[in-house]
């Protein structure tokens, strides 16, 4: 648990240093965005390095990165609708299947060999 509780802040401050500066900063010289957004991966990387950490004792590498993916995917719905005011169609609903089928397939138990 502390992995995937890691993993969800850590996106969330991943999600805002790559698009917040899209709403906040749109005006702004770019080179004051890319600082903003390098300060705000620091705690992005805090937080995610932790995550990989801790989650590599217990999930494979495949069934970590699709974890982080499937999360990545959550915050990042939430905060194209709450803070951009962007309205999630149904090719959220598409992707969001296609990541459940991908956790699925990474997490399912095939002997080796098989």
């Given at each position: 648990m502390p992995t995937i509780i890691l993993l969800f802040f850590s996106n969330i401050f991943m999600t805002f240093a790559w698009y917040g500066h899209l709403r906040n900063l749109n005006n702004?010289?770019?080179?004051?965005?890319i600082l903003v957004s390098w300060g705000i991966a620091f705690f992005e990387y805090m937080l995610q390095v932790?995550?990989?950490r801790l989650g590599y004792k217990?999930?494979?590498?495949?069934q970590l990165k699709i974890t982080q993916?499937?999360?990545?995917?959550?915050v990042f719905s939430g905060f194209a609708y709450f803070y951009?005011?962007?309205?999630?169609g149904m090719?959220?609903?598409?992707?969001?299947?296609?990541?459940?089928?991908?956790?699925?397939f990474i997490f399912r138990d095939i002997p080796a060999g098989s």
């Open positions: 702004k010289p770019l080179y004051i965005a932790p995550a990989n217990i999930f494979t590498l495949g993916e499937i999360i990545t995917m959550i951009m005011g962007k309205t999630l090719n959220f609903l598409y992707a969001s299947l296609c990541m459940v089928a991908a956790a699925y």
